[in-house]
């Protein structure tokens, strides 16, 4: 820390976050990850409510003072060791949807899975595949639960604790398929197109992630807004909230094909009746696959 000051202020913010998840109380169960329904596109934010959704986001304030932006971005991996340790494999659910929305799983030889948490998509990976998989994630608590799973089977499967974002892949040379769900929106943005580079030399990048004006980027509060559509949650995790124009700005300077689209939907929690309007992104970026010998 760059002075005594700073380092109370840290002291100050671990103490107001770890009374803040001390004192809250669970209502019900979580909200279902099922499609509950589906709302029109032409519901997306525009016209008025855009004016809406633009004035939400102006009440969320300036982003944090760069020692802060700093202090989660070093403390990133700590956040997501915490979380796996609080939360074990009972917040996800498994991802059963995946076949049905990647079809191009079921031809994939060799699978490379970047945020791999504690092995939700693992099941179907091994069942819908006859793929070879290797499971990277940068919290080591994520990668013992997933080594933990009874479906985990080490004749098929890899997985190992790995810094995306620093880390040599090790195996980014001979993919057929690279699987990004849920990951890249942890990242800060401007380290986004490094990761994006690791994987150029695999046939296909599958992506699922947090869309642009998601419900809940709209509910962040003052203090917890990192950069544009980037912000920090209570347990000090890190959620960015893409464009279509984000995705594709990552992979197709690396050759790749394919256009981002986003997936409205509304959650429904069975226990209160209460809705939320989700948005995601989704995208199949791939190329044909080059002659030996040649280059991408």
């Given at each position: 820390?760059?002075?005594?000051?700073?380092?109370?202020?840290?002291?100050?913010?671990?103490?107001?976050?770890?009374?803040?998840?001390?004192?809250?109380?669970?209502?019900?169960?979580?909200?279902?990850?099922?499609?509950?329904?589906?709302?029109?596109?032409?519901?997306?934010?525009?016209?008025?409510?855009?004016?809406?959704?633009?004035?939400?986001?102006?009440?969320?304030?300036?982003?944090?003072?760069?020692?802060?932006?700093?202090?989660?971005?070093?403390?990133?991996?700590?956040?997501?060791?915490?979380?796996?340790?609080?939360?074990?494999?009972?917040?996800?659910?498994?991802?059963?949807?995946?076949?049905?929305?990647?079809?191009?799983?079921?031809?994939?030889?060799?699978?490379?899975?970047l945020?791999?948490?504690?092995?939700?998509?693992?099941?179907?990976?091994?069942?819908?595949t006859?793929?070879?998989?290797?499971?990277?994630?940068?919290?080591?608590?994520?990668?013992?639960?997933?080594?933990?799973?009874?479906?985990?089977?080490?004749?098929?499967?890899?997985?190992?604790?790995?810094?995306?974002?620093?880390?040599?892949?090790?195996?980014?040379?001979?993919?057929?398929?690279?699987?990004c769900?849920?990951v890249?929106?942890?990242?800060?943005?401007?380290?986004?197109?490094?990761?994006?580079?690791?994987?150029?030399?695999?046939?296909?990048?599958?992506?699922?992630?947090?869309?642009?004006?998601?419900?809940?980027?709209?509910?962040?509060?003052?203090?917890?807004?990192?950069a544009?559509?980037?912000?920090?949650?209570?347990?000090?995790?890190?959620?960015?909230?893409?464009?279509?124009?984000?995705?594709?700005?990552?992979?197709?300077?690396?050759?790749?094909s394919?256009?981002?689209?986003?997936?409205?939907?509304l959650?429904?929690?069975?226990?209160?009746?209460?809705?939320?309007r989700?948005?995601?992104?989704?995208?199949?970026?791939?190329?044909?696959?080059?002659?030996?010998?040649?280059?991408?």
């Amino acid at each position: 820390f760059h002075t005594m000051t700073e380092e109370l202020e840290v002291l100050a913010c671990h103490y107001e976050a770890t009374t803040r998840r001390r004192r809250k109380t669970r209502e019900g169960p979580p909200l279902s990850l099922e499609e509950d329904g589906v709302w029109a596109c032409d519901e997306a934010p525009n016209g008025e409510r855009l004016a809406e959704v633009l004035e939400l986001l102006s009440k969320q304030g300036p982003p944090l003072k760069p020692f802060w932006i700093r202090y989660h971005e070093t403390t990133a991996g700590r956040s997501w060791n915490d979380f796996y340790k609080r939360n074990e494999d009972r917040f996800f659910k498994d991802r059963h949807y995946l076949d049905v929305e990647f079809p191009l799983l079921r031809r994939a030889t060799r699978i490379l899975e970047l945020g791999c948490g504690c092995g939700n998509a693992l099941p179907l990976l091994l069942s819908a595949t006859g793929a070879d998989v290797t499971c990277l994630d940068f919290s080591a608590k994520a990668i013992e639960l997933l080594l933990k799973r009874p479906d985990f089977d080490p004749t098929r499967c890899d997985a190992r604790v790995c810094d995306v974002v620093k880390d040599d892949l090790g195996c980014a040379d001979a993919l057929d398929v690279v699987t990004c769900f849920f990951v890249l929106s942890a990242l800060s943005p401007d380290t986004m197109p490094a990761v994006a580079r690791k994987l150029q030399n695999a046939t296909a990048v599958l992506v699922r992630d947090y869309g642009r004006y998601d419900e809940a980027q709209l509910r962040y509060a003052k203090g917890r807004k990192l950069a544009d559509h980037f912000y920090v949650k209570h347990d000090g995790t890190r959620c960015y909230y893409f464009d279509l124009a984000d995705l594709d700005a990552l992979f197709h300077p690396l050759g790749f094909s394919g256009s981002a689209k986003f997936l409205h939907q509304l959650h429904r929690n069975r226990a209160t009746g209460n809705t939320r309007r989700r948005v995601f992104v989704q995208a199949v970026y791939s190329k044909k696959k080059q002659p030996p010998g040649s280059s991408l």
